[in-house]
């Protein structure tokens, strides 16, 4: 299941929680199924987490903040509280983020100076302190570490560096490849099938998903997975 509100931040999700807001759109996909059902009115954090008993739930920064450890405090220690006061028995797992291409014109690339590179180096600075800081969290999904291996691969688009807007993932081997590393790391050591060599395809992106493309995707992805392990499924935050 899924939690939605576009660029939200860990302070948000606290002033949402604090207030009881239906803020969130929420997608569910039922055991079977093979699609996303989305519930007609928005809903709290407190409806998603009253829904039975998750295994793991994750949460990441938005995308901007999360190379700025100034952000993270003290909302994402309450939000962990809250979670784990809620589902005791759930994983937590942090979704690492990756930086904007080197193109990007998003509102706080700035932060970073418009560089990758400083924002690839801040947001793995604020990963390793904040695993540091909260033991509560399990584990990592490294979108982050997956995309910048690809960045220096031959499948990348400089200056979209696999991005269709200079942040969001494109539609083609952008996306791909972070399924691939949600997968290998939830997915796979509960499974014990990995993506590799998997024939999944998709259409669509300006890097399209060829043979080619896909095996860099899942050899990304696998690669980056390694550094990390747990398992089950998520409900993401």
Same mark, same amino acid.
């Given at each position: 299941?899924?939690?939605?509100?576009?660029? *939200?931040?860990? $302070?948000?999700?606290?002033?949402?929680?604090?207030? %009881?807001?239906?803020?969130?759109?929420?997608y569910h996909s039922k055991a079977g199924e093979n699609?996303?059902? =989305?519930?007609? $009115?928005?809903?709290?954090?407190?409806?998603?987490?009253?829904?039975? $008993?998750?295994?793991?739930?994750?949460?990441?920064?938005?995308?901007?903040?999360?190379?700025?450890?100034?952000?993270?405090?003290?909302?994402?220690?309450?939000?962990?509280?809250?979670?784990?006061?809620?589902?005791?028995?759930?994983?937590?797992?942090?979704?690492?983020?990756?930086?904007?291409?080197? %193109?990007? =014109?998003?509102?706080?690339?700035?932060?970073?100076?418009?560089?990758?590179?400083?924002?690839?180096?801040?947001?793995?600075? *604020?990963?390793?302190?904040?695993?540091?800081?909260?033991?509560?969290? %399990?584990?990592?999904?490294?979108?982050?570490?997956?995309?910048?291996?690809?960045?220096?691969?031959?499948?990348?688009?400089?200056?979209?560096?696999?991005?269709?807007?200079?942040?969001?993932?494109?539609?083609?081997?952008?996306?791909?490849?972070?399924? *691939?590393?949600?997968? %290998?790391?939830?997915?796979?050591?509960?499974?014990? =099938?990995?993506?590799?060599?998997?024939?999944?395809?998709?259409?669509?992106?300006?890097?399209?998903?060829?043979?080619?493309?896909?095996?860099? *995707?899942?050899?990304?992805? =696998?690669?980056?997975?390694?550094?990390?392990?747990?398992?089950?499924?998520?409900?993401?935050?």
């Open positions: 299941a899924r939690l939605y509100v576009g660029g *939200c931040t860990l $302070e948000s999700h606290m002033k949402f929680y604090d207030n %009881e807001e239906a803020a969130y759109l929420f699609k996303w059902h =989305k519930n007609d $009115e928005k809903v709290t954090m407190q409806y998603a987490l009253a829904m039975g $008993e998750w295994d793991i739930i994750t949460m990441q920064q938005a995308s901007g903040f999360s190379g700025k450890y100034d952000s993270y405090t003290p909302h994402l220690g309450r939000l962990i509280d809250v979670v784990k006061s809620a589902q005791p028995n759930a994983k937590l797992v942090w979704h690492m983020t990756w930086s904007y291409s080197t %193109e990007s =014109k998003h509102k706080h690339f700035p932060y970073y100076n418009s560089n990758q590179t400083t924002m690839d180096n801040a947001i793995l600075d *604020c990963l390793n302190t904040l695993l540091s800081e909260y033991d509560q969290i %399990e584990s990592i999904i490294p979108s982050g570490t997956a995309i910048k291996s690809l960045r220096s691969s031959a499948i990348n688009n400089y200056p979209k560096d696999l991005t269709r807007d200079g942040f969001h993932m494109g539609h083609g081997a952008g996306r791909y490849a972070l399924a *691939c590393t949600w997968y %290998e790391t939830l997915i796979e050591p509960y499974t014990a =099938k990995s993506r590799m060599y998997n024939t999944l395809r998709v259409s669509g992106g300006m890097v399209s998903v060829s043979d080619a493309v896909a095996l860099y *995707c899942q050899q990304a992805a =696998k690669q980056a997975a390694k550094q990390t392990g747990i398992s089950n499924v998520a409900v993401t935050m």
